[in-house]
């Protein structure tokens, strides 16, 4: 029997609670996976039925249990069930603990004597057996005849289970007579709590198994077996209906916990607008877009949840791979092409600050399948469609949303909790617009065309990027690092995103899952500073507006956290979305970040450091009136950092890897500390501004314990901490920073040891050491891109090309590089596309691009 042979409300019914985030798998065993036999003593499970539920207990938060009327002993002596799979026996009474409700002495004396009652009705009616069990005792009719067996029930009826103190449960040619309550209904519930569950499938077959049934509730599934009365909502044939069953849900809850099929990391592309972000498949899913806000709930959550967390797909009607993607030049616009048909996604510009806007264009001479399924708030929110004249309206979310699609005839779907829209076009008889519009519920047209709206977007991006200084190396390249570093600037406010992403997780299947999508300082700071490099200042002007904001809200700057919401304000608790899967199966799926209420005693320094990178640049392009070079307020958040270091330079904190345990005194955070005076005397001087004279006496205190405290003498290398062995490669900026010279030996020592240590093939990881979480990670880009500049600075030219060469080839086919890289499997891990990564690529490259070839 296939699946399809199930009845389809069945289908849909295990579908939707495979997708529960914990979900109990419980059955009777007689006459669900064992069928019925004549002995009871030969009743063996179904060996399909065994390898399901073994399968399903070996999943990630999933339990399975078989709760039965036999005693447990014989239960899992009959059964040889593996051990991943909970037995309960007597009717629900028997756990491997023991039975839930204590057997005391009288209600030992009493089972004997029910013992012996039952024993005489046997001996007097042929065919009649008796079962005895620790805390009951069972009489069977099975194999007597009819008229004896009728008889035999009928002495025990008005006998033993009238006594006191009797529990009495029938089944089929059964009935069975306990001293203690027995309630298959409550050991369920028992398993449910024990394991947190939050959805429940139960099959049964017998009379005993209808208190199951009827504890059944919400999204729980209910499965009868056979004929008969039952309070169960599903019924199957037969126990090779069982087998299959459960073979369905296994397969159901393995595909959605391993996110099946989603795409490569690295094969992502990034849509954006001056506010908002998403990210589109080769194939032509949208897979991610949140609404009001990047760091809101999502609307298309496919990438963590597959189907069912919302998507929106154009494809061909004829089946067939994508033959390119690429964005259009120097743009955030994405084309999508197959033969004979291409899809053009970009994020229009000119909406109202309430609204995120989608535009796709389809064109070419094939017809294409649309489907539509906005899923608002990652899922968790009902979603029912519309179809309008002029397109579909979702109803459910409290944020209006309607697809404008002029048209377009579709056909709405139902899965039971949500409706998804798919329909059929013909672009040959013209281009087929679709225009979502999240935050309004006006399908009208736009005032302007759709030609005229791509155009606004396009030019805003190429006019921004054709007045960059790139570096020569890989142009194209760095055009694209530049176009995803402006991308991730959230315009509204200045603030700007670390990534554009949630839980993209740094090992495929484990736990290291993060939020990204809000504000560090550093990581601002960082991006900012990259964009000055290469002559835009607007972002770095607009992101220190942002911090002067965050300043205002604090009793002084040494009170900043490392992050926050892309308006400045403190981050929501960190939360987990069960109801979603995970990219790969990689749980749990996070919102907030639990490190913004971390000590991270390195955010001051790329501050300043942007601050001076700004005066360069304004230097750079002319700007001769120191006032306009170095503003007074940026002066004054200058001082202000000064100050914050002073006051905390000596505490230890958690790191810029945020490591989620006791706080150390890194390295890296105590020459950021130094970092920050050493920019702030140096701007003092080249800008006619007044110094502190205890500055220069910080800057020497600073330097001089990292010397001391910070190199270690059995590794031969400035170490993580001032308490350890372990390397970081966060410690070259002990020679980046210009702490120490790099002809200091000390600095080339490091560079060899983090090398040795730290550098697999084509990437550099963080650390080795234990940091408290399971599982592993992947090397960093930026990582390596610091690499790249360590062995430029001890001379090691050829070194430094060809690890750089291995950055440039782990970017994606459209040239966006997530936060790490597996250089095992060759593949992205992290959240994508991440500035840190992009910010270090384009460092490399202006920093090739202006060394001298050596001579041969």
């Not at 296994?250 to 959605?256: D, K, P």
């Not at 955030?332 to 229009?348: F, G, H, I, K, N």
């Not at 230097?619 to 950092?641: C, N, Q, S």
């Not at 890296?668 to 970092?675: A, I, P, Q």
């Amino acid at each position: 029997m296939s699946a399809q042979d199930l009845p389809l409300d069945l289908r849909r019914a295990l579908a939707t609670v495979a997708r529960s985030p914990r979900l109990l798998v419980a059955s009777d065993y007689d006459g669900t996976i064992a069928p019925i036999v004549a002995n009871p003593e030969d009743a063996r499970p179904h060996p399909e039925s065994v390898r399901a539920l073994r399968a399903l207990a070996g999943l990630s938060g999933t339990t399975a249990a078989v709760i039965s009327g036999r005693a447990l002993r014989d239960l899992a002596a009959l059964s040889r069930l593996p051990v991943e799979v909970q037995l309960i026996g007597s009717h629900g009474s028997e756990f491997d603990v023991g039975f839930v409700h204590a057997i005391d002495n009288d209600a030992k004396v009493l089972l004997r004597e029910v013992q012996a009652e039952l024993a005489d009705i046997a001996a007097e009616h042929p065919g009649v057996t008796v079962e005895s069990k620790p805390a009951s005792v069972a009489l069977h009719v099975r194999n007597a005849t009819p008229e004896l067996g009728r008889a035999a029930l009928e002495r025990v009826r008005h006998g033993a289970a009238g006594w006191v103190g009797v529990q009495v449960t029938e089944g089929k040619a059964v009935i069975e007579l306990s001293v203690v309550p027995t309630d298959k209904g409550e050991a369920l519930d028992i398993v449910r709590r024990q394991e947190n569950a939050t959805a429940a499938v139960f099959f049964g077959d017998d009379v005993t198994d209808e208190k199951g049934f009827r504890r059944l509730h919400g999204p729980d599934v209910g499965i009868k077996v056979g004929d008969g009365d039952t309070a169960a909502p599903f019924r199957v044939r037969s126990t090779e209906d069982v087998c299959t069953a459960l073979a369905y849900l296994l397969e159901e809850r393995r595909t959605w916990l391993s996110g099946a099929n989603q795409p490569r990391i690295e094969r992502l592309t990034m849509l954006a607008s001056p506010r908002a972000k998403a990210l589109v498949t080769p194939d032509g899913t949208i897979t991610w877009m949140c609404h009001p806000e990047p760091d809101s709930a999502a609307v298309f959550a496919h990438l963590l949840g597959g189907e069912a967390a919302g998507h929106f797909t154009i494809q061909p009607e004829r089946a067939g791979l994508p033959l390119s993607q690429r964005y259009v030049d120097g743009t955030m616009t994405v084309e999508t092409r197959w033969a004979s048909l291409q899809v053009a996604d970009y994020l229009p510009h000119d909406v109202s600050s309430e609204r995120t806007d989608l535009t796709r264009v389809i064109t070419g001479n094939a017809r294409a399948v649309i489907t539509f399924a906005p899923r608002p708030e990652f899922g968790q929110v009902p979603v029912t469609l519309e179809q309008d004249a002029d397109g579909l309206r979702a109803f459910g979310p409290n944020d209006p949303l309607v697809l404008r699609s002029p048209g377009v005839d579709w056909m709405i779907l139902s899965d039971g909790t949500h409706h998804v829209a798919r329909a059929v076009v013909d672009p040959s008889r013209g281009p087929v617009v679709l225009e979502l519009r999240c935050g309004t519920s006006d399908l009208s047209p736009s005032a302007r065309s759709e030609a005229e709206r791509r155009g606004i977007s396009e030019a805003y991006w190429s006019n921004w990027v054709g007045g960059l200084e790139l570096p020569g190396l890989k142009p194209g390249l760095m055009k694209r690092s530049a176009l995803t570093l402006r991308g991730l600037v959230h315009e509204p406010t200045g603030s700007i995103l670390a990534a554009a992403t949630t839980s993209l997780p740094e090992d495929i299947g484990g736990i290291r899952n993060w939020d990204y999508r809000y504000c560090w300082l550093r990581d601002g700071a960082l991006t900012a500073q990259s964009l000055a490099s290469v002559g835009s200042v607007d972002e770095a002007v607009n992101f220190l507006g942002w911090v002067y904001r965050v300043l205002d809200t604090l009793p002084g700057p040494e009170r900043l956290h490392p992050l926050y919401t892309i308006y400045g304000t403190a981050l929501p608790p960190e939360a987990v979305i069960d109801n979603l899967p995970g990219y790969a199966g990689s749980r749990p799926v996070r919102v907030g970040n639990a490190a913004n209420m971390q000590v991270q005693l390195d955010v001051f320094g790329p501050i300043v450091e942007l601050i001076a990178t700004l005066a360069d640049t304004r230097v750079r392009k002319g700007v001769t009136d120191p006032a306009e070079v170095l503003p007074d307020r940026g002066w004054e958040l200058v001082k202000a950092m000064v100050r914050a270091v002073q006051r905390r330079w000596t505490e230890p904190d958690h790191g810029i890897w945020e490591i989620r345990g006791a706080p150390r005194h890194h390295v890296y955070s105590k020459v950021m500390c130094w970092l920050t005076v050493d920019r702030a005397i140096t701007l003092a001087e080249r800008f006619s501004r007044s110094a502190d004279p205890d500055w220069l006496v910080l800057r020497k205190t600073i330097a001089e314990e990292v010397l001391e405290k910070g190199w270690n003498d059995e590794v031969q290398s400035f170490t993580a901490a001032y308490d350890g062995t372990d390397l970081d490669a966060a410690t070259l900026h002990i020679g980046l920073s210009g702490l120490i010279e790099p002809s200091d030996p000390r600095f080339a020592a490091t560079v060899v040891a983090t090398e040795a240590e730290l550098r697999s093939g084509a990437t550099v990881y963080r650390y080795h050491r234990d940091d408290g979480l399971p599982g592993g990670e992947g090397g960093f880009h930026l990582c390596a891109a610091w690499l790249v500049e360590a062995y430029l600075l001890i001379g090691k030219h050829s070194d430094a090309e060809a690890l750089f060469a291995q950055l440039v080839a782990a970017a994606g086919p459209t040239g966006l590089l997530s936060e790490e890289y597996d250089p095992v499997t060759e593949r992205a891990l992290g959240n994508h596309p991440q500035a840190y990564s992009h910010l270090g690529l384009l460092r490399c490259a202006q920093l090739l691009s202006r060394q001298p070839v050596p001579s041969s």
